[in-house]
């Protein structure tokens, strides 16, 4: 009797021990790359003047990167500015508005003592109005050309082309003095390091006990370092080739601790 409560005992026991145990945990290995990576291109043509930055160099949103040659838009501007400020067309035709209104008044009161007739009167009311028109229509070519120098400057200020976004030029794609073609305007390519992508593909039960903003450990196989990431992006798709989902897990970088490239892993519990 003893000897089957023992046995009783330890059954129980070991029933126990499995219930109770952890679930075994998988390391999944994935790769890290730059948050964001843009080919930073221009719809602007023209040899390339002047390079900035340098490759590896890290830049504020904004920066000027590369300009390109603005010697026939300066020469441009010059003179858009010069007809911009021409004033002789519009004093003439204020001048001529002047005489028109004086010598309208003059036959009108002429016209009241009977000294002048109605068939000269209306000439004068109409040429008259017509040099109130003149006026008006080189008022509005002034603005016009206004405009015009506001959009050559424009142009000009689009040929010096600015980071995006704040970044580390990875790659110089000109050099200074090719040209800039509309079938090949990429200049470089500028990367966003500050946050760091973790890339790991799982299957969809895996995926499935993942949400956004999840918080995961992420530890990177080249010298064991661990930090924490945020779930960002899950796939709603899964691939039909490899049955496996897409993940992308957000790391802080602002120290620049962590290089985009390294493998690194994750733990998910089977």
Request: glycine share 6%; with cysteine; hydrophobic share 35%.
């Amino acid at each position: 009797m003893n000897s089957i409560k023992i046995g009783t005992w330890i059954i129980m026991t070991t029933a126990g021990l499995l219930v109770c145990s952890p679930l075994h945990a998988l390391e999944m290995e994935g790769y890290t790359e730059p948050y964001r990576t843009i080919r930073v291109a221009t719809d602007e043509t023209g040899i390339i003047d002047e390079i900035f930055v340098r490759e590896g160099q890290a830049v504020p949103e904004g920066a000027p990167l590369l300009r390109l040659n603005n010697e026939v838009h300066n020469a441009l501007l010059a003179v858009a500015e010069q007809n911009m400020h021409a004033q002789g067309r519009l004093e003439s035709a204020r001048a001529e508005q002047e005489l028109k209104q004086e010598r309208l008044k003059i036959l009108q009161s002429l016209r009241r003592e009977g000294n002048a007739r109605q068939e000269e009167v209306d000439r004068a009311q109409y040429e008259s109005a017509v040099a109130k028109a003149n006026v008006q229509t080189v008022q509005e070519d002034l603005i016009s050309r206004k405009l015009e120098y506001q959009k050559i400057k424009t142009q000009i200020s689009r040929r010096t082309i600015r980071a995006p976004i704040a970044g580390v030029v990875s790659l110089l794609h000109k050099e200074q003095g090719e040209f800039v073609a509309p079938n090949s305007p990429e200049t470089l390519t500028l990367v966003q390091l500050d946050q760091l992508l973790a890339y790991f593909t799982l299957t969809s039960q895996q995926a499935a006990r993942l949400h956004i903003n999840d918080k995961l450990e992420i530890t990177f196989k080249h010298n064991h370092s661990s930090t924490e990431g945020t779930t960002e992006y899950i796939s709603p798709v899964t691939d039909a080739q490899s049955g496996t989902v897409l993940v992308k897990i957000r790391i802080d970088n602002q120290k620049g601790d962590f290089r985009s490239g390294e493998r690194c892993t994750i733990q998910l519990e089977s």
